[in-house]
């Protein structure tokens, strides 16, 4: 990458995949497993964590010496609860059926241990440029992870992508209905989201020896 | 030169290849390896896991054929029922005859080979790729899994549960003997909310009723606790029926008598614990009783949905449903069970007492057996850890009035 130099483009390659914030740190499972039966919710997500944890990890690096490290983390909070609240509104003004889907989880991206993460590891450290990459690195690693499960989910769930029908009509019966094939219920509940995380994170780490701690 | 030096001279030729471990397995599984022990100390014993593994399969036969008849029995009982004939249920004038055999053996022995032939290629790709020698694991896996699904689930269905249980059930976790979770009940957790509609219902228990459904040929049959369930009442099933299992259910889980045949093999084999079946079935009877006296305590009318399960005479709860299968083959389980005698009696008495707690308060759940059998897989180990330090404990305490 030209525009990058070798250092600031792995803050946004690192994680990824070596360094993925759901994969590999384990972080922000609860909204990956909450919101993934549906691929546009899964994107929405994405988007909503990419604008928080970007704009957050600017805005934090720039307060980075004048925060007071007892209140850090309350800083933190108020900074975070902002930018979600700009996200929730608007959602609510512009995709009103789509928060309504994401309901409180919008709301929730405030605990998302990611963000809270990258704010206590990289941007209380790091200057405002490194930090805004640090912070659309982790988004892109999450919304990877986001949009590979709730591609999983919503094609084997409901047999839709992006709900347009992919598999044909399970109603009427054409495409592959005609087969006899059914949806499965079960990758619409949350559990099967945690076996899918949880496959993925069998490949990467038998892909990748270097990974497996013990 | 016969097959045994023929798949020998194989064994050898393919030794420390990759492929070594299917071929191995095929060898091992047939005939007795050529290799003796050398050096160290010999332990003999005849129980190894292949031996342990086929006393299961062979008590699990009885059931196997009991179903095979079943099927076809029920089949053309709904279909007199659909005509209007009552029927009486008669061993030898009209189930064990060559129709039932033919219908059934249809229908019942795809799902065997769907299971078997799915779950062994599965089990045969991970021993190769982890280049460890085929368990024999799957082999009671694979006769469990029919047993314990309706008659007419569609085989695609199956293969897609049987690879899902055998990998998330048992291979992520190292294969068998440290699994955390019984592989069949795996399999059927993940038919029954994956495909809820082909899993509970009153069509799926008869064969053909699917394909029949809608047309002037429509016939059904309800498992018992279905029925229950809807509180519709159980004219013309007798107590007997339900004993020797003349009614519509899961493939091998409906005829008592031949489970607890089987019951008797496993425990006098020392296969089976009895300590689970037991505990199973004492806390299956308490929390019947438990409702029975809500009941006649009059805390709960007949407008109640509960009502009907509830009101269910408490050692009537062992005759319908499948508990009494599960408490015998599932809860027995020496992988998944809890190890410590004492804990065994908690383990199977949470079984029994939480099975009848789900079938009468999730009527979405009309067996709740194998729901509550995978709950206690997970707890086992807590159950033993809390054992063995209650045991620590009350030594120490032992050893410390001697030395004081």
Request: proline fraction near 4%; charged fraction near 20%.
């Given at each position: 990458m030209g525009l990058l130099s070798k250092k600031d483009a792995k803050l946004i390659t690192d994680p990824l995949a070596d360094n993925n914030p759901i994969t590999i740190q384990v972080l922000g499972i609860c909204s990956a497993l909450a919101i993934t039966a549906e691929l546009k919710a899964s994107l929405v997500m994405g988007i909503a964590v990419m604008f928080v944890l970007g704009i957050g990890n600017v805005v934090i690096s720039l307060m980075r010496n004048i925060i007071p490290s007892k209140i850090r983390i309350i800083v933190q909070l108020i900074v975070v609860a902002a930018l979600v609240i700009i996200v929730d509104q608007v959602l609510k003004a512009f995709a009103y059926e789509l928060s309504k889907t994401l309901s409180v989880f919008v709301g929730l991206i405030i605990t998302n241990c990611i963000i809270m993460g990258r704010f206590e590891a990289f941007a209380l450290a790091n200057k405002p440029w490194r930090s805004f990459l640090d912070g659309i690195g982790n988004a892109l690693g999450y919304a990877l992870i986001l949009l590979i499960v709730g591609f999983f989910r919503e094609l084997l769930g409901s047999g839709t992508l992006f709900g347009i029908p992919v598999l044909g009509d399970p109603i009427e019966k054409t495409g592959v209905y005609s087969l006899g094939y059914e949806n499965n219920g079960f990758m619409l509940m949350p559990p099967m989201a945690l076996i899918i995380v949880g496959l993925i994170i069998w490949v990467q780490r038998s892909r990748n020896k270097a990974l497996i701690e013990d | 030169m016969g097959l045994k030096s023929n798949l020998?001279?194989?064994?050898?030729?393919?030794?420390?290849?990759?492929?070594?471990?299917?071929?191995?397995?095929?060898?091992?599984?047939?005939?007795?390896?050529?290799?003796?022990?050398?050096?160290?100390?010999?332990?003999?014993?005849?129980?190894?896991?292949?031996?342990?593994?086929n006393i299961v399969i062979m008590a699990l036969v009885p059931c196997l054929i009991f179903g095979i008849f079943n099927a076809g029995y029920q089949h053309y009982a709904a279909i007199d029922a659909a005509a209007g004939l009552t029927r009486e249920a008669s061993l030898f004038a009209n189930f064990l005859t060559w129709d039932n055999f033919v219908v059934g053996a249809w229908t019942v022995l795809p799902l065997v080979i769907v299971s078997y032939g799915v779950g062994?290629?599965?089990?045969?790709?991970?021993?190769?790729?982890?280049?460890?020698?085929?368990?024999?694991?799957?082999?009671?896996t694979g006769m469990l899994v029919p047993l314990i699904v309706p008659v007419d689930i569609p085989l695609w269905m199956l293969s897609?549960?049987?690879?899902?249980?055998?990998?998330?059930?048992?291979?992520?976790?190292?294969?068998?003997?440290?699994?955390?979770?019984?592989?069949?009940?795996?399999?059927?957790?993940f038919l029954f909310f994956a495909y809820p509609t082909w899993m509970s219902g009153d069509k799926v228990w008869v064969h053909e009723a699917v394909e029949r459904a809608g047309t002037a040929d429509a016939i059904s049959g309800e498992t018992l606790l279905g029925a229950y369930a809807q509180n519709s009442s159980l004219a013309g099933i007798d107590y007997m029926d339900m004993f020797f299992g003349f009614i519509p259910g899961s493939v091998g889980e409906t005829s008592k008598l031949l489970i607890i045949l089987g019951a008797l093999f496993l425990i006098f084999s020392k296969v089976g614990s009895w300590r689970i079946i037991v505990s199973t079935l004492i806390g299956a009877l308490t929390m019947g009783l438990i409702f029975n006296g809500v009941v006649s305590a009059e805390w709960i009318g007949e407008s109640s949905k509960f009502y009907g399960l509830?009101?269910?005479?408490?050692?009537?709860?062992?005759?319908i449903g499948s508990i009494l299968f599960g408490a015998v083959y599932m809860a027995t389980d020496p992988v998944t069970a809890s190890q410590t005698n004492k804990g065994k009696w908690i383990y199977g008495f949470l079984i029994g007492f939480i099975s009848i707690m789900i079938r009468v308060f999730n009527p979405a759940y009309p067996e709740g057996v194998f729901l509550a059998i995978l709950l206690m897989n997970v707890f086992a180990p807590t159950i033993d850890h809390y054992v063995i330090q209650g045991n620590v404990k009350r030594r120490m305490k032992r050893l410390k009035v001697k030395t004081a």
């Open positions: - | 020998h001279n194989l064994k050898e030729k393919y030794k420390g290849t990759k492929m070594a471990p299917a071929f191995n397995a095929i060898h091992t599984f047939l005939y007795l390896p050529n290799e003796t022990t050398h050096g160290g100390t010999h332990i003999k014993a005849a129980d190894d896991l292949k031996r342990t593994m062994l290629i599965v089990e045969f790709i991970f021993a190769v790729i982890k280049g460890h020698e085929v368990e024999e694991g799957y082999l009671v897609v549960a049987v690879i899902f249980g055998v990998v998330i059930g048992k291979e992520v976790f190292g294969g068998t003997g440290m699994n955390i979770l019984n592989p069949a009940l795996t399999i059927r957790a509830m009101n269910v005479p408490f050692w009537q709860h062992l005759i």
